[in-house]
T-cell receptor, first 115, second 111 residues
Framework: AQSVTQPDIHITVSEGASLELRCNYSYGATPYLFWYVQSPGQGLQLLLKYFSGDTLVQGIKGFEAEFKRSQSSFNLRKPSVHWSDAAEYFCAVGRPNFGNEKLTFGTGTRLTIIP | EPEVTQTPSHQVTQMGQEVILRCVPISNHLYFYWYRQILGQKVEFLVSFYNNEISEKSEIFDDQFSVERPDGSNFTLKIRSTKLEDSAMYFC?????????FGEGSWLTVV
């Protein structure tokens, strides 16, 4: 069964500091991997996705993520965070174009930014 | 940019009442989903829908739940007799292939 682990429930970083959010997955085949962001009271916005090819993918808002098959990881990074990045971040795995497969989400990491 | 839209954004209902949550998926998408997020918990899959029928459903999606695509644009989730534990954010989503796009969600509060 597929699963996603986000080991950090809550992370606090200073504005301007670098950020890395961890994500580990378990999946029976080559995964499609996603990061979504959820601002308070808002919906899920797609930050970036990995399907194949270059293992370093760029997303919106200056985020990037690196797929490491050997570590079953897909960590999200940003070199310099802004106060507006404070939100909940969800990693997800699945292959939606394979027989209508669903996404499996991690428990999320809440990011707090301090001045 | 096309988006998934959901109504209502927030609904408060009494326990035992029927609730219908509405969604307009992105127009050229073929697969539709409902997910749920109980406050403070992770996003959970409820049901997927393709070609006018349910493709897959989770354990959460029991007989109290139903989905329908009544016309060419809307996709609805009905909860027949709401329980307190149905209080959650309900997300509609759609895809035409490899990326699932989510709506803003409908907050359901059962009192």
């Amino acid at each position: 069964a597929q699963s996603v682990t986000q080991p950090d429930i809550h992370i606090t970083v200073s504005e301007g500091a670098s950020l890395e959010l961890r994500c580990n997955y378990s999946y029976g085949a080559t995964p499609y991997l996603f990061w979504y962001v959820q601002s308070p009271g808002q919906g899920l916005q797609l930050l970036l996705k990995y399907f194949s090819g270059d293992t370093l993918v760029q997303g919106i808002k200056g985020f990037e993520a690196e797929f490491k098959r050997s570590q079953s990881s897909f960590n999200l990074r940003k070199p310099s965070v802004h106060w507006s990045d404070a939100a909940e971040y969800f990693c997800a795995v699945g292959r939606p174009n394979f027989g209508n497969e669903k996404l499996t989400f991690g428990t999320g990491t809440r990011l707090t930014i301090i001045p | 940019e096309p988006e998934v839209t959901q109504t209502p954004s927030h609904q408060v209902t009494q326990m035992g009442q029927e609730v219908i949550l509405r969604c307009v998926p992105i127009s050229n998408h073929l697969y539709f989903y409902w997910y749920r997020q109980i406050l403070g918990q992770k996003v959970e899959f409820l049901v997927s829908f393709y070609n006018n029928e349910i493709s897959e459903k989770s354990e959460i999606f029991d007989d109290q739940f139903s989905v329908e695509r009544p016309d060419g644009s809307n996709f609805t989730l009905k909860i027949r007799s709401t329980k307190l534990e149905d209080s959650a954010m309900y997300f509609c989503a759609s895809t035409s292939g490899n990326t699932i796009y989510f709506g803003e969600g409908s907050w359901l509060t059962v009192v």
